[in-house]
């Protein structure tokens, strides 16, 4: 299986699956002297780890994460610093329970990828996906913690939006309650429900979708290349690349189809600080694949879970017809850990780009005003 790396200058690799001895990544590319400790990347696996509230899978992974290599003492500060070659990450599986995936071993679980993999590869790991499964995610989340470190002075944060169809009142977002809920919900009120619906979800045996948004703030202007490497196209890869994601949008996504060319201009002014004011952000800080300085806004749906306790018809591998239902531990509504993962996958997005634009434009200014009006690098 190839296609196990992502990301350009800042590039991961992931290695691992669900119940195997162990899952780890290689984040390659990463600048030399930059601090980092374990500790800096275990505060986001917590954010994702399993088995922390009725909500999500009971399987209990501590998720303790190791740096193994790419990294040494700095002599003059005394602090653990990156030394600029491979970093590998390391976390080991410690509740691996294969026996719940007996009887799936030869029945294909609609909606997941076991029929897909049996027919790609003629051999399947059965036990929690392999491959497939969402276990995966904790090494995106460790790079995307190494990443977030890159991007100095960028902060990105991801909330639940919509959990099955319900939504929260946009009017009652707060960042600071996205922490005081099991659901990463920006709406307390919003939250609350959710509890009771998710715990209806669960008894009766069954899952629901979900939508998240990303916004990243701090993004200036530049990142990002036209045509092949834009910034939008390469959100939209790194978050459907996401297990269980069916689509993403930027800024106002399907919204913009409905909206005049009046109402969808982000139309623009000098600010106060002599640098561009945008009016409105319809195109989610993007415009020609390049960031604009606007914050950077995605969002993308997630489906509902497929293992499920329900019965749901099948077939097995011999194309024998099965009523099929999952055991073992799932979460009725994937979206939820799913936050932490996409925040991973947009930091690792922004980190490749800022360091390529980096590569070809150094720290110079990009914007010709900021230079009286010249469009040229001649001074
Ligand atoms: C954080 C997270 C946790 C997940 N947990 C489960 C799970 O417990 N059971 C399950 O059937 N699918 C789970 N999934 C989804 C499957 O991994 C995914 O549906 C499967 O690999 C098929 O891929 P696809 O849905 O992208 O086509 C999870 C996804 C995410 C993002």
């Known amino acids: 299986m190839s296609h196990n790396t992502f990301g350009h200058l800042f590039r991961v690799t992931t290695w691992g699956e669900s119940h195997g001895p162990a899952i780890g990544c290689v984040v390659d590319g990463c600048p030399p002297m930059m601090p980092l400790e374990a500790a800096d990347l275990q505060v986001f696996l917590d954010q994702r780890r399993p088995g922390q509230n009725r909500f999500t899978t009971q399987r209990q992974e501590p998720d303790e994460v190791k740096i193994l290599s790419g990294v040494m003492i700095d002599e ?211 415009l020609g694949g390049v960031s604009t300085g606007q914050p950077v806004v995605a969002r993308f749906a997630v489906k509902p879970t497929s293992s499920i306790l329900t019965p749901r018809r099948s077939i097995d591998k011999f194309g024998g017809e099965v009523d099929i239902r999952t055991k073992g531990r799932h979460d009725p509504c994937v979206g939820i850990r799913a936050v932490p993962v996409g925040e991973a996958m947009m930091a690792i997005v922004l980190a490749d780009a800022f360091l390529r634009h980096r590569g070809q434009n150094g720290a110079g200014p990009v914007w010709p005003a900021s230079r009286g009006g010249r469009a040229t690098t001649e001074d």
């Open 76 to 286: 003059v500060t005394g602090k653990q610093v990156t030394t600029g070659t491979p970093l590998g990450l390391f976390i080991e599986n410690v509740d691996q329970r294969s026996k719940d995936y007996g009887e799936i071993k030869s029945q294909y679980r609609p909606g997941h990828a076991d029929f897909a993999y049996d027919a790609k590869y003629g051999v399947r790991d059965y036990r929690g996906g392999g491959r497939s499964s969402a276990r995966e995610t904790a090494m995106r989340v460790a790079a995307g913690g190494i990443a977030r470190k890159v991007l100095d002075g960028v902060t990105i944060r991801g909330a639940l939006v919509q959990m099955g169809p319900h939504k929260i009142d946009r009017a009652n977002w707060d960042w600071s309650e996205v922490g005081n809920n099991p659901f990463f919900c920006p709406d307390a009120k919003a939250a609350a429900l959710w509890e009771n619906y998710l715990d209806g979800v669960r008894k009766t045996g069954s899952s629901c979708g979900a939508v998240i948004e990303l916004v990243a703030e701090g993004v200036p202007p530049g990142w990002g290349a036209p045509i092949y490497g834009k910034l939008d196209a390469e959100l939209a890869s790194a978050l459907m690349s996401i297990n269980a994601v069916k689509a993403v949008e930027i800024g106002d996504g399907m919204a913009v189809a409905g909206l005049s060319g009046e109402e969808n201009a982000d139309e623009m002014r000098m600010g106060n600080d002599g640098k561009p004011l945008f009016l409105s952000n319809h195109a989610g800080g993007v």
